[in-house]
């Protein structure tokens, strides 16, 4: 079996002695748990050592390989250059990922180094395994902004290019759980930072790796988490197999959460194959969902499906409601899949002859030109979750306390430059963030000053 163990590690340089300067001795159950991982991995002497890492270079929409024949670091940053490190990459591995990645569409290469330098979410756990074990070539996989299914279908690649080629890995899933755990912490306390450690140690302890999907973005930004994205390649790595898991230590003594446990993998196991069965839930919450849907909603989906397939505009149909026909308003046409946003364009203000002129338009404009998204694919259709808000009209505000976050939609211009968002968003949890959001969008700067709007809209799903 290719992919012999995977490894779930925390990161904090002050783990290393000569960083921590005695500061390492309130973790010493982390320090114990890690020796006993280098102990593990040395038993196993592994042809290749594969680490993920969220401080390695890192993109919204691509997955980072690092290239090169190898690569050197040192822990200079944390005032301690005597400690450095030279690795061998993998080049024979890697150039097979990223040919596996090409054919199966997914955005993952050696293209965009910024810094050639081995980055502390690799030099830490590297700290501990060259003390144990010299032997490995490393092969070094940052994170991506992308949704956790592409980083569990990286795992799942990682563990076949592997297997074609022969080569006996482990793969370190480099990563910190929550960083507000205490008050006293760096990063202060959210309630959110217990939960979430709570959570993933209680469900990387069964290896119940499907539940990884559970958790969305908006809780894992309050939870201030880095290593999500990485326990996530490391499940994808054991699709479809049995896994015994040890949970080794959990300390979050200084706010932050370190969490350590061993997966390995056994026989296989059909029942475990979780992004299968997760797109097979997405795929029918969104078939029920589309089945419940009101016009405003169905409208929008015929216009997408008809363009995505068939690069078609629909014309008004016969049929809907009054007011969809004699009503002229703005309308915002939003696309989700996987719980992320995956497209949103719309007007403030009606640029065409109705509201359902308005969606046709604006849902062909969602899937198909919002400049942050490719275009939506055929493939993704069965997993678009649509919703439809038409704006009431705007106006004018004096001051940020007659807004409500829940309620009205915000407009932030200044001159011709003009920047909306809509109300009732997730992870949008105050007028300040309503504010800051819109100005950005609108291009207007922190110190430049604006003119404010606000507006209620009929939500439609």
Not at 432 to 449: F, H, N, T, V
Request: charged content about 30%; hydrophobic content about 40%; overall charge negative.
């Amino acid at each position: 079996m290719p992919i012999l163990a995977g490894f779930m590690v925390p990161h904090p340089p002050m783990i290393v002695p000569a960083v921590g300067q005695g500061s390492e001795q309130q973790i010493l159950k982390t320090t114990r748990a890690y020796e006993r991982v280098a102990e593990e991995i040395a038993a196993l002497e592994p042809e290749l050592i594969i680490v993920t890492s969220p401080h390695t270079v890192t993109y919204a929409d691509y997955f980072h390989v690092s290239p090169g024949e190898g690569a050197k670091g040192s822990f200079r940053q944390f005032r301690a250059p005597e400690l450095s490190f030279s690795e061998r990459y993998d080049t024979e591995l890697a150039d097979r990922l990223c040919a596996l990645a090409e054919a199966e569409g997914l955005p993952a290469g050696t293209l965009g180094e910024r810094d050639p330098a081995l980055d502390h979410g690799t030099l830490v756990p590297l700290w501990f395994i060259r003390r144990k074990y010299a032997g490995g070539k490393l092969l070094r996989v940052g994170l991506s902004g992308l949704p956790l299914t592409e980083h569990y279908r990286l795992g799942q690649l990682l563990a076949r290019a592997a297997e074609e080629l022969g080569r006996r890995a482990v793969l370190v899933a480099s990563g910190d759980l929550s960083h507000k755990l205490q008050s006293f912490g760096p990063y202060g306390f959210a309630a959110e930072g217990p939960e979430y450690d709570r959570r993933i140690m209680e469900l990387c302890g069964r290896a119940a790796f499907g539940e990884l999907f559970d958790f969305d973005e908006a809780f894992c930004e309050k939870a201030a988490e880095c290593g999500h994205r990485s326990f996530v390649i490391l499940a994808g790595a054991f699709d479809g197999l049995r896994v015994r898991a040890a949970v080794l230590s959990h300390e979050d003594v200084t706010g932050v959460g370190y969490g350590i446990c061993t997966f390995y993998p056994e026989e296989a196991d059909p029942s475990r194959r979780f992004l299968e069965a997760y797109r097979e839930k997405i795929r029918r919450a969104c078939r029920e969902r589309a089945e419940k849907s009101d016009p405003w909603v169905r409208l929008a989906r015929a216009a997408v499906e008809a363009w995505v397939l068939r690069r078609e505009r629909l014309s008004v149909p016969k049929g809907l409601p009054e007011e969809m026909l004699t009503r002229r308003a703005g309308t915002f046409v939003s696309l989700h899949r996987f719980g992320r946003l995956r497209g949103c364009i719309g007007t403030i203000a009606a640029a065409t002859g109705s509201v359902a002129e308005e969606i046709l338009q604006n849902a062909v404009s969602a899937c198909a030109r919002d400049p942050r998204f490719p275009p939506v694919a055929p493939e993704e259709l069965r997993e678009l979750e649509i919703s439809v808000d038409v704006l009431g009209d705007a106006e004018p505000v004096r001051s940020p306390e007659e807004l409500d976050v829940m309620r009205y939609g915000v407009i932030v211009s200044r001159g011709r430059r003009r920047g909306l968002i809509l109300p009732n968003l997730e992870g949008v949890d105050s007028v300040a963030d309503q504010i800051r959001i819109a100005r950005q969008k609108g291009g207007i700067g922190e110190d430049e000053p604006f003119r404010l709007e606000r507006f209620e809209v009929e939500r439609h799903f």
